[in-house]
C-alpha cells in the first residue's frame, strides 16, 4: 500500500543529544513537510522541500535540520539547540500535480526528552 | 497572509446529536478547503475536501460547503457517534500544497 511510514513511534532522549526522526513515503510525491504539533495545539511547520537536494525554513526551523537527498526521503534531525524538543512529529507529502494540493500524513512520533 | 478560524473547542455532545464545527478563512484567489481529522495518538486523516465555490465535501456521514459569500466551510454531521471522538483541523490550500494553513483543532468528546 501507498503511504507515508515514520519512525521510530516512540523515542526517548535525554538531553543534550541529537536525535533523527525519519520519513519515509512511497506515492511518489514531489513535496515533504515536517510539522511539531503540542499538546492542545495546531500544527507548526518546521521545514519543507518541494524537490531533492532543495528545502526551505518553516515557522519554527531553529534548532532543527533535514535533508533530501532522495525523493522518498525527508529525515528530521532535532538538535541540542531545540530549546523545548519534546512534541509530537508529524511528517506530510502532496504531489505537485493534483490540483487539490491536499497533505498526506505519516503517524507521526513522539519524541520525550528527559 | 492566509489564515483559518475554528470554533474553540472541547466539544462535548451525546451519541446521535447534531454536529457542527464552524471554519472561517482568509485568502486570497481560490483556495482548496479541507477538514482533516486525528485520533489519539494518530496522524492526521484527509476527511474531507471541497475545491472551487459551492462544492460539497462529504464522507463517512460527515458534510461541508465551501461558501465564498461568507469564507466558511462549517463541518456538519447528523448524528454523531462515539467513535467520532477526535480533533478535527479546518485548513486550506492557496497553491498546489504550497502555502498550506491549518486552523488551531476543536476536540470532540461524544458520550455514549
Known amino acids: 500500500d501507498g503511504g507515508i511510514t515514520q519512525s521510530p513511534k516512540y523515542l526517548f532522549r535525554k538531553e543534550g543529544q541529537n536525535v533523527t526522526l525519519s520519513c519515509e513515503q512511497n506515492l511518489n510525491h514531489d513535496a515533504m513537510y515536517w510539522y511539531r504539533q503540542d499538546p492542545g495545539q495546531g500544527l507548526r511547520l518546521i521545514y519543507y522541500?518541494?524537490?531533492?537536494?532543495?528545502?526551505q525554513k518553516g515557522d519554527i526551523a531553529e534548532g532543527y535540520s533535514v535533508s533530501r537527498e532522495k525523493k522518498e526521503s525527508f529525515p528530521l534531525t532535532v538538535t541540542s539547540a531545540q530549546k523545548n524538543p519534546t512534541a509530537f512529529y508529524l511528517c506530510a507529502s502532496s504531489s505537485a500535480r493534483t490540483n487539490t494540493g491536499e497533505l498526506f500524513f505519516g503517524e507521526g512520533s513522539r519524541l520525550t526528552v528527559l | 497572509g492566509n489564515s483559518v478560524t475554528q470554533m474553540e473547542g472541547p466539544v462535548t455532545l451525546s451519541e446521535e446529536a447534531f454536529l457542527t464545527i464552524n471554519c472561517t478563512y482568509t485568502a486570497t484567489g481560490y483556495p482548496s478547503l479541507f477538514w482533516y481529522v486525528q485520533y489519539p495518538g494518530e496522524g492526521l486523516q484527509l476527511l474531507l475536501k471541497a475545491t472551487k465555490a459551492d462544492d460539497k465535501g462529504s464522507n463517512k456521514g460527515f458534510e461541508a460547503t465551501y461558501r465564498k459569500e461568507t469564507t466558511s466551510f462549517h463541518l456538519e454531521k447528523g448524528s454523531v457517534q462515539v467513535s467520532d471522538s477526535a480533533v478535527y483541523f479546518c485548513a486550506l490550500s492557496a497553491r498546489n500544497g504550497q502555502n498550506f494553513v491549518f486552523g488551531p483543532g476543536t476536540r470532540l468528546s461524544v458520550l455514549p
Open positions: 522541500s518541494q524537490i531533492v537536494n532543495d528545502f
